[in-house]
């Protein structure tokens, strides 16, 4: 049988958390926000830690240009908003601080790969990327890897914009 804090360890990394590439903190900066969108490719020459001027910008994972969106696709969205009350809404919510945080206002502040990475590459993100690890600092849970596909991110990510006002 296993101890209260080793069950309460276990128990904290399964706690699905969408939320760290998605705080609404007041500790994160401005110069987190993402502009409209970069052209700059993947492999343009790395940073000191390690990562590209891509990857700071849109995230670590199988996302590696960037995400064009234009109208939202309906269809696209309601898919997404299914995933989110099955997969997500456990630990998030739209306009406050849950388990992890509010993801209502995410599309203004993370550009489209960013989310897309966050979402299929948690482990990734929270053990590289400078902002992942520090919401991951202050929301104590990283977030699991919940083994979605890239069609199934674009639909959560096509839900979250239509809840950005």
């Known amino acids: 049988m296993r101890s209260i804090p080793a069950l309460i360890s276990a128990a904290s990394l399964a706690v699905v958390v969408v939320s760290v590439a998605c705080s609404t903190s007041a500790t994160e900066n401005a110069s987190t926000t993402h502009p409209a969108s970069s052209s700059t490719p993947a492999s343009a020459s790395a940073s000191p830690d390690g990562l590209t ?3 700071l ?3 670590i994972g199988p996302i590696t240009e960037p995400v064009q969106v234009d109208g939202v696709d309906k269809a ?4 997404g908003h299914e ?3 099955h997969k997500c809404s456990a630990c998030h919510k739209m306009a406050d601080r849950y388990v992890g ?4 206002e995410v599309t203004r502040r993370r550009s489209p790969a960013f989310v897309m990475n966050m979402v299929l590459n948690p ?5 590289k990327h400078p902002v992942s690890k520090k919401l991951l600092g202050e929301y104590f849970t990283p977030m699991p890897n919940l083994n979605l596909s890239k069609t199934e991110a674009r639909e959560l990510l096509e839900y979250l914009r239509t809840q950005a006002h």
């Open 53 to 55: 001027p891509f990857q």
């Open 57 to 59: 910008e849109h995230g």
């Open 123 to 127: 482990q990734g993100m929270v053990t």
């Open 101 to 104: 945080p509010a993801l209502g």
């Open 83 to 85: 995933l989110f009350e």
């Open 76 to 79: 696209m969205a309601q898919a």
